[in-house]
């Protein structure tokens, strides 16, 4: 019976370590919510390098209308230096004027579109940088994703060959009183002895009961949790 109770503590502890094993495996995490995030930096980014190429554009159009206008005034400006009508020339500085006005205006607007132009280009630097972090950190996390499932799902493989192994040198009905167990003490049947407490429910066990157990001729069960107890041979 005490070789019986000491292989059943060696299936709780590895019954223990698969369901440990199993929930490590569950939890990691494989990247999903990163991608995701890199996801929305990447169309942040797409929309910024947008916006500067439209600001980019707009400029262009400015600049070129101003070089328009400059030309005209030019021309206008000859005119009415040359011009030997008085009503001509009024016209035409008239004109020029107006040509003035809109240079002006045009050269102010250039001036806005080129702090805009700045700062577009700060916005898609900046999602740049994300872009790119994030870009590495989903690269180290996958890559940690497929080690420590690879380390799982061995160690499972593993735990599971030990387990048919204890199985296979246990007593059908002592194995199957553990599992009736197992299931209603949530996956631990089987405590273990430490300082004369219950590891299950950390109850102290009487020292009648410690000997009995010590002994291992008989099952002995926590009188608390009903988990049967075992002091673990090293
Ligand atoms: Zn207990």
């Known amino acids: 019976m005490k070789e019986q109770l000491q292989l059943l503590y060696q299936l709780q502890q590895v019954d223990t370590a698969s369901a440990q094993a199993t929930a490590a495996l569950k939890n990691l995490d494989d990247g999903t919510r990163l991608a995701a995030e890199l996801q929305a930096a990447r169309s942040a980014l797409e929309q910024a390098q947008e916006q500067l190429r439209n600001t980019e554009a ?3 159009d400015k600049e070129l209308q101003l070089a328009g206008t400059e030309q005209d005034r030019a021309n206008k400006y000859q005119q009415a230096v040359n011009s ?23 050269e102010n607007e250039i001036l806005e579109l080129l702090d805009e132009v ?19 950190q989903l690269t180290a996390t996958q890559q940690t994703f497929a080690q420590e499932s690879e380390r799982l799902n061995k160690e499972l493989t593993e735990l599971h060959d030990r387990r048919q192994e204890l199985v296979s040198q246990l007593d059908a009905q002592l194995l199957n009183t553990y599992e009736q167990l197992r299931k209603r003490s949530d996956n631990l049947a ?13 109850t102290k066990i009487p020292a009648a009961r410690l000997d009995a157990i010590r002994k291992g001729d008989s099952l002995v069960k926590c009188e608390i949790c009903h988990r049967i107890l075992v002091v673990p041979e090293q």
């Open 58 to 60: 707009t400029l262009r």
């Open 84 to 106: 030997r009508n008085a009503k001509e020339t009024e016209a035409l500085q008239k004109k020029v004027a107006e040509l003035d006005r809109l240079k002006d205006r045009l």
């Open 190 to 202: 089987v405590a273990a002895v430490v300082d004369g407490t219950c590891a299950g429910c950390h």
């Open 118 to 136: 700045e700062d577009c280009n700060q916005r898609v630097s900046q999602r740049q940088g994300q872009v790119s972090e994030l870009e590495d």
